[in-house]
């Protein structure tokens, strides 16, 4: 068995990024994701003229193939008669449709959950829309940045008092994408048990709403807003973040600061104030915070990272390097753990992507196929479907297919 989910049939009619990475999970787990596109294909085949655009980035169309790898591409056109039986013979046959269109769009097509599900009613009907399915603005549409706007996540960070800070784009539909995947995953073992199928609604809202629950937690209950912090006052000096000698950046993460504010002062040969009254409990570094932060800006600036990390290994202080995207790609710990992949690709060679957030002992997630061409598979499915060739040539007369 290859992935948890092998033997699992979806069904995509997806767009950009949040769908997409949903099915693209799922097949990462072993499913046999089809995704279904217009004769125009899926936008985000032509992406990288935007990408170029906004960060100058050139080379392959790395966003879609990062977003669909694991899928085979039909196209159909849902507008002919034709285009629209095919599409729901393949429905009649999968567990899983999978969309990210508006609410109201799949219903303008004929291909709402209402329909498809007196259809095939063990279908596990998963819509990833930009605010759900209820509500006032329901039927808007909504992007990435959208999400990560209305969602406070621009307000979760950077600096107190500063405008809300700029995220680079795709957290919210990665996040969204894998919110979704997770769902489905849960309505097909509740199909296991009821046999029936059902709606399951996710959004780019409510994702990332949960993303932040531990800071949104506070307004919602508390009526009080977690504050934006600044790092040269932070609350915790101990919990904050440093620059070395050679401009390269540290983070120390103490949650337990009593107990390892006597380390840290070992490791920074500053071991005077320990029970120094200004800084010797929580509080009272919380109130010389400002003073602290410069003392401990002042001390890391003496030495570069890697030897301030032998340092803190040493002293069993916790701490991290900051790392730069690229640094990322390369790091150990993740390529160990999969969370990067070395994969071959057939048109561009040895590629490395973004592997896999989960490890699984016996039924381990895996590449195993390229992003499609648009309607790279056409025939193979049709066939698999039950047509014979001569109608796919037919349809393929009629512009039903390409």
């Known amino acids: 068995m290859s992935g948890p989910l092998q033997g699992v049939k979806v069904v995509e009619i997806t767009m950009f990024q949040q769908g997409p990475v949903a099915g693209m999970r799922l097949g990462d787990l072993g499913a046999d994701v089809i995704k279904v596109e217009a004769k125009t294909g899926d936008p985000a085949r032509g992406f990288m003229k935007i990408i170029g655009a906004m960060a100058g980035l050139k080379g392959n169309n790395y966003y879609f193939e990062h977003s669909n790898r694991n899928k085979r591409s039909v196209v159909l056109d849902l507008k002919s008669p034709r285009g629209m039986e095919v599409f729901l013979k393949l429905i009649d046959k999968a567990d899983v449709f999978l969309n990210n269109m508006s609410i109201r769009a799949p219903m303008s097509i004929g291909i709402g959950p209402e329909k498809l599900l007196e259809r095939n009613p063990r279908l596990i009907y998963a819509q990833a829309s930009g605010w759900g399915r209820k509500g006032p603005d329901a039927q808007e549409l909504s992007f990435d940045y959208t999400g990560i706007a209305r969602s406070g996540l621009m307000m979760a960070c950077g600096e107190r008092g500063t405008p809300p800070t700029q995220i680079l ?17 849960a309505a097909l073992y509740a199909r296991e048990k009821t046999g029936k199928g059902q709606v399951v609604d996710t959004s780019l809202m409510g994702s990332l709403i949960a993303g932040l629950g531990f800071i949104l937690a506070a307004p919602a209950i508390l009526g009080q807003e977690f504050p934006r912090e600044k790092r040269a006052e932070a609350g915790n000096p101990v919990y904050c973040h440093y620059c070395c000698s050679d401009g390269k950046w540290l983070a120390i993460a103490h949650l337990d600061p009593n107990r390892y504010w006597p380390k840290i002062c070992k490791a920074l040969e500053m071991e005077d104030l320990v029970d120094d009254p200004r800084f ?12 602290l932060v410069a003392i401990l800006d002042a001390k890391f600036a003496t030495k570069p990272r890697e030897e301030w990390m032998k340092i803190l290994k040493e002293a069993e202080c916790i701490f991290t390097p900051i790392q730069s995207l690229t640094e990322v790609t390369k ?27 989960w490890n699984f002992s016996e039924t381990p997630a895996s590449y195993h196929r390229p992003a499609p061409g648009l309607g790279e598979h056409t025939d193979e499915v049709l066939l698999e479907a039950g047509y014979t060739g001569e109608e796919i040539d037919s349809f393929r007369k009629e512009g039903a297919i390409i």
């Open 169 to 185: 784009p795709g957290i919210g539909d990665e996040i969204g994408g894998l919110i979704c995947a997770w769902a489905i995953t």
């Open 280 to 291: 010797n409990s929580i509080e009272a570094r919380g109130r010389n915070a400002k003073q």
């Open 331 to 357: 790091d150990p710990q993740a390529c160990a753990n999969e969370y990067f992949i070395n994969v071959e690709h057939p048109g561009w060679g040895k590629l490395k992507m973004v592997g896999f957030p």
